[in-house]
């Protein structure tokens, strides 16, 4: 079973603190990997993609992928009120070119 | 800005009924999905269709899962038989091209199977 694994939280930072986001994968084939945000109740909103080792950093938000270590994880700077909500990790393994794998999704609460 | 469209909001089905699921996604998009979430849990991949075809789909989607592009707006999920487990929200998505692109998410169907 392929999985992608993430805390599930919640994780509190203070309003305008860096909120620091981790996921890890199972399958070694994964090439691309998404974050998403996801308000209670909502559809989720793709946030970043990534398929390349290193840094890709977007306004407010970083990902960072490390294949061999087979972790993604998601850097938001300054922090806000409005970006509490659960951030889900995803993956499109080795067996398939649309099949996305979602983590649990970690719940973010930033503290005004 | 264009966007994934669903229908109903909500569905309240009685176990056994078949339902079925509409989306409108994003007019020049070839890529669908369908999705779904138990509350509570995270967000499962059933099944994606590309040129009139299930291009992939996932051990959840079994024969009582069907899909179709009726016409050449639509993109429906059908449940033939419904079972208490299937009560979930069911989201629709849909790229310009491969998933190497944004998928597109529609706001969900709630599905309640009593």
């Known amino acids: 079973q392929k999985e992608v694994e993430q805390n599930s939280g919640p994780l509190s930072v203070p309003e305008g603190a860096i909120a620091s986001l981790n996921c890890t994968y199972s399958?070694?084939?994964?090439?691309?990997f998404f974050w998403y945000r996801q308000y209670s109740g909502k559809s989720p909103e793709l946030i970043m993609s990534?398929?390349?080792?290193g840094d890709k950093e977007d306004g407010r938000f970083t990902a960072q992928l490390n294949k061999a270590s087979q972790y993604v994880s998601l850097l938001i700077r300054d922090s806000q009120p409005s970006d509490s909500a659960t951030y889900l990790c995803?993956?499109?393994?080795?067996?398939?070119?649309?099949?996305?794998?979602f983590g649990t999704g970690t719940k973010l609460q930033v503290i005004p | 800005e264009p966007e994934v469209t669903q229908t109903p909001s909500h569905q309240v089905t009685q176990m056994g009924q078949e339902v079925i699921l509409r989306c409108v996604p994003i007019?020049?998009?070839?890529?669908f999905y369908w999705y779904r979430q138990i509350l509570g849990q995270k967000v499962e991949f059933l099944v994606s269709f590309y040129n009139n075809e299930i291009s992939e789909k996932s051990e959840i989607f079994d024969d009582q899962f069907s899909v179709e592009r009726p016409d050449g707006s639509n993109f429906t999920l059908k449940i033939r038989s419904t079972k208490l487990e299937d009560s979930a929200m069911y989201f629709c998505?849909?790229?310009?091209?491969?998933?190497?692109?944004?998928?597109?998410f529609g706001p969900g169907t709630r599905l309640t199977v009593l």
């Open positions: 990534i398929y390349s080792n």
């Open positions: 998505a849909s790229s310009v091209s491969s998933t190497r692109d944004t998928q597109y």
């Open positions: 995803a993956a499109i393994g080795s067996g398939g070119y649309q099949k996305v794998t």
């Open positions: 007019s020049n998009h070839l890529y």
């Open positions: 399958d070694r084939g994964s090439q691309s």
